[in-house]
């Protein structure tokens, strides 16, 4: 629309200045919204990134997996050719603490002549104990098959005389919360002596060191671990370490010591097999704390022997531990966690409305859980599974709650720019469609199609001299508490009162169609002229002024948007369409016969039937039409076919067809 100037140059020039200044204020509000999302995200990441420094994420993983573990039926070790000698309570009360080591050397004495193929002495004899100590280190120096333990950690040396290829350090690594799931298979680079106590074991079955050759050579498609493993969180990761998967507790084939030395452990039951030698009493503190125990009722008393542990430590080094656990990388986890994070973000900005966006968000929660925990159980890969969660909630909930206060802010922003002008199922409408229609907090320039009505009360300057302004206030109200309530129920917005009038527009901000919206104009103003009989005979009654209104009634369109400066914002609604209705009210005053005049332009009067279903129709051809014939409104230099509606006929009664 070009806009009529004078000195057309400097006009150009001012109005090129504005454009630009304008420009410039939108690009510097969008580069402030687009600061205040990044923001927001960035303080999500920091609080994503302490999270995971403080360590209580890793926590969380370590207990899922606990759980997972513990849920997932685990293969019995019965049937296994992996034994336990264990140095019950029973045996401390008969033969006392330590175990001397003449019985030691009866233990092994016999295992060796059943047929025992390996023998693992997992006790600490670096000193002797009793007056026979020399029997255990010629019992080690004869049986080629007995590995006698040290410890790396503690310093605690093998039986002394031990052949370096029997010798194993029984050193177990433990996560920060006490819980061994770990394994450590080997350490590269060593002497000779240093090798793992299940791997000597191994070894000692096997009669050659090929699987240790081969783990240094990295011949192996072990899923080894990394610091930042599954859902470790800067692990000491030194030598070759990777989960450790266990036998269903407490199903090794087990005897006590006392039970062995009595000739009560059949040698059919121990030949060709590997026997491992420990303490199993709780009061002698060798247990500890694996993912099973953490679930199980009164688990302080069911803590799994370091025996045991290295019996399973040994049977998955022989291939019949199950399905080994294989851990994600650090760079699966970060893109992981950055795709959930992303994805987040595009559901909290994306989903319309906030709730649904919600609900996605639940369901994203609940399908990575879900996936994270069965592919676990299931595929025996442990993913990280507590920070995608994290990124999810932080990211999705940071968007939400920046989304939430937005609309907040455009729901204050509508209800400044409209005021209470609309009706709850248009207000609904516009909050829908909040993100197309404002703008920098405002209602952006639109050409809209309406039908706009204007009305003005008849004689009002003969009645305000009567009344006082606090009784002209109330019976100017008592009229518009007719004409608003009409307006709303059917979709129409008051854009302003006029004084002792108003503009009601029907299509903005928006509308159904124009013959929609035409339809309900006309309705609307049928509603407010049988209104003003029953206002005025309420009128009469309490001895106040009758009141009389003129309405005007014209289609096409308007430019609609906000007006004005930050200060103060008007939603205007403007051009030729607003202006004939204005025309319409105030032509020929004196025509006017009724309590509420209606002249309705043929612009209006066209649309009725478009698009009209059969009641629609119905309803159209009762109506009762006086024609005006064709007037030159004022401002206007095209003539208007003029209409002046004068009510409604019964159904019953037929009615002037259009």
């Not at 004869?142 to 040290?150: A, C, E």
């Not at 240094?216 to 990761?237: H, I, R, V």
């Not at 937005?406 to 609309?422: K, M």
């Not at 309405?551 to 403007?574: C, F």
């Amino acid at each position: 629309m070009r806009l009529p100037c004078i000195a057309r140059v400097g006009h150009d020039i001012h109005c090129e200045s504005t454009i630009c200044c304008s420009q410039l204020v939108i690009r510097r509000r969008r580069a402030t919204a687009l600061a205040q999302v990044m923001a927001s995200y960035g303080l999500a990441a920091l609080v994503l990134w302490a999270l995971e420094l403080s360590r209580v994420l890793e926590s969380v993983n370590l207990l899922s997996y606990d759980l997972i573990t513990y849920l997932r039926p685990a293969p019995s070790a019965r049937t296994l050719p992996i034994l336990l000698i264990g140095i019950s309570e029973s045996d401390i009360q008969t033969y006392g603490w330590p175990i001397d080591d003449s019985l030691l050397c009866r233990a092994i004495d016999r295992l060796s002549a059943d047929g025992v193929r390996a023998i693992g002495l997992d006790i600490y004899r670096d000193k002797g104990v009793g007056a026979q100590q020399q029997c255990l280190r010629d019992a080690v120096q004869r049986t080629p098959q007995l590995v006698s333990i040290f410890n790396v950690a503690e310093s605690i040396a093998p039986i002394p005389g031990t052949p370096t290829r029997q010798r194993g350090y029984n050193d177990l690594v433990i996560d920060v919360d006490g819980v061994v799931r770990r394994d450590l298979v080997h350490v590269s680079g060593q002497e000779e002596a240093f090798v793992t106590l299940p791997m000597r074991l191994l070894e000692t079955l096997q009669g050659h060191n090929r699987q240790r050759l081969a783990i240094e050579k990295g011949q192996t498609d072990t899923n080894w671990l990394g610091p930042d493993s599954g859902g470790y969180y800067g692990l000491d990761a030194a030598g070759y370490q990777r989960m450790l998967t266990f036998a269903q507790p407490g199903s090794f084939r087990q005897w006590t010591l006392q039970q062995l030395l009595e000739g009560r452990v059949p040698a059919r039951a121990v030949r060709g097999s590997t026997v491992l030698i420990g303490s199993t009493a709780p009061t002698l503190r060798d247990l500890f704390e694996v993912p099973h125990t953490r679930f199980r009722a009164g688990a302080s008393q069911q803590l799994m022997s370091g025996v045991e542990i290295h019996a399973n430590r040994l049977l998955q080094l022989q291939g019949l531990g199950g399905a080994q656990i294989r851990s994600s990388s650090l760079a699966l986890t970060n893109a992981i966690v950055l795709l959930t994070a992303l994805l987040a973000a595009l559901v909290a900005e994306r989903v319309s409305p906030i709730r649904r966006g919600l609900l996605l968000l639940v369901l994203l929660l609940l399908a990575w859980s879900t996936a994270a925990m069965g592919l676990l159980l299931l595929g025996h890969l442990w993913l990280e599974l507590s920070e995608p969660l994290v990124a999810l909630l932080l990211f999705g909930g940071t968007g939400l709650l920046r989304r939430g206060a937005l609309a907040q802010q455009q729901r204050q922003q509508i209800q400044r720019l409209l005021g209470q002008t609309t009706s709850p199922a248009v207000a609904n409408q516009l909050w829908n469609q909040r993100e197309a229609l404002l703008s920098d907090g405002r209602f952006e320039g639109r050409q809209l199609e309406v039908t706009a009505i204007f009305s003005d009360t008849r004689n009002f300057t003969t009645v305000s001299e009567g009344l006082a302004p606090a009784e002209l206030l109330n019976w100017l109200n008592r009229g518009m508490a007719y004409c608003v309530p009409a307006i709303s129920r059917r979709g129409g917005m008051v854009n302003k009162f006029t004084g002792d009038g108003f503009l009601a527009v029907f299509g903005a901000p928006v509308g159904v169609s124009p013959a929609a919206d035409a339809r309900a104009a006309v309705q609307t103003v049928l509603e407010i002229q049988q209104g003003m009989e029953q206002l005025n005979a309420e009128l009469e009654a309490d001895g106040e002024p009758a009141m009389a209104l003129r309405i005007g009634v014209h289609s096409g369109p308007v430019l609609a948007g906000s007006m004005g400066s930050s200060e103060r914002l008007e939603y205007a609604v403007i051009g030729d369409t607003v202006n004939c209705a204005s025309r319409l009210e105030s032509i020929d005053k004196t025509r006017h016969d009724n309590l509420c005049r209606v002249l309705v332009s043929s612009a209006t009067r066209d649309l009725l039937l478009e698009q009209a279903s059969a009641e629609e129709r119905h309803w159209c051809q009762r109506l009762i039409w006086n024609d005006w014939g064709s007037l030159h409104v004022k401002g206007r230099h095209e003539p208007l076919q003029i209409w002046e509606l004068r009510g409604i006929a019964p159904a019953a009664a037929g009615a002037t067809q259009m």
